[in-house]
């Protein structure tokens, strides 16, 4: 009797997987930033982000989460309690403000060298569209900064 009830608690939870949709992950690309109204000891933007959803099924979310860092270290986090839904096959542009704390720059300036510019810096953006228990979709970008005239720090 034991096995059998182990047996019907393995098969359920396996089938209770099979319920939840295989989705590729979202594609996610830094399309803009703008600058906001800041505080005293901060820098605020504006981070536009395209999301776009390569699945079958509409994605819903309910919040979006970002932390950005540039040359290891961390530079800026932003958060926005924005909900929508992307349909299948279809993108969208979400905006969420960013707080650089002067803190951070003084550390990124920290790791610079004098003639160190800001042209091929490595940042990782990490964030998360919120969707419920089950529905939260991590994601992470990467790549190197190329910013125009060779701009030093």
Same mark, same amino acid.
């Given at each position: 009797?034991?096995? $059998?009830?182990?047996?019907?608690?393995? #098969?359920?939870?396996?089938?209770?997987? =099979?319920?939840?949709?295989?989705?590729?992950?979202?594609?996610?690309? @830094?399309?803009?930033?703008?600058?906001?109204?800041?505080?005293? $000891?901060? @820098?605020?933007? =504006?981070?536009? #982000?395209? @999301?776009?959803?390569?699945?079958?099924?509409?994605?819903?979310?309910?919040?979006?989460? #970002?932390?950005?860092?540039?040359? %290891?270290?961390?530079?800026?986090?932003?958060?926005?309690? +924005?909900?929508?839904?992307?349909?299948? !096959?279809?993108?969208?542009?979400?905006?969420?403000?960013?707080?650089?704390? =002067? !803190?951070?720059? $003084?550390?990124?300036?920290?790791?610079?060298?004098?003639? +160190?510019?800001?042209?091929? $810096?490595?940042?990782?953006?990490?964030?998360? #569209?919120?969707? %419920?228990?089950?529905?939260?979709?991590? !994601?992470?970008?990467?790549?190197?900064?190329?910013?125009?005239? %060779?701009?030093?720090?």
């Amino acid at each position: 009797m034991r096995k $059998l009830m182990v047996l019907s608690l393995l #098969l359920l939870t396996l089938s209770a997987c =099979a319920l939840f949709p295989n989705r590729d992950p979202v594609n996610i690309n @830094v399309v803009g930033i703008e600058p906001l109204q800041s505080q005293d $000891l901060e @820098v605020r933007f =504006a981070v536009k #982000l395209r @999301v776009q959803n390569p699945n079958e099924t509409a994605i819903d979310y309910n919040g979006v989460a #970002l932390d950005l860092e540039v040359n %290891g270290r961390p530079l800026a986090s932003g958060v926005s309690d +924005q909900a929508g839904s992307i349909p299948r !096959f279809s993108e969208t542009v979400l905006t969420v403000p960013v707080s650089v704390s =002067a !803190f951070s720059v $003084l550390r990124q300036t920290l790791g610079l060298s004098q003639t +160190q510019s800001l042209n091929n $810096l490595p940042y990782v953006l990490r964030g998360k #569209l919120a969707g %419920g228990v089950f529905g939260t979709m991590r !994601f992470v970008d990467r790549g190197t900064l190329d910013m125009p005239n %060779g701009a030093t720090w």
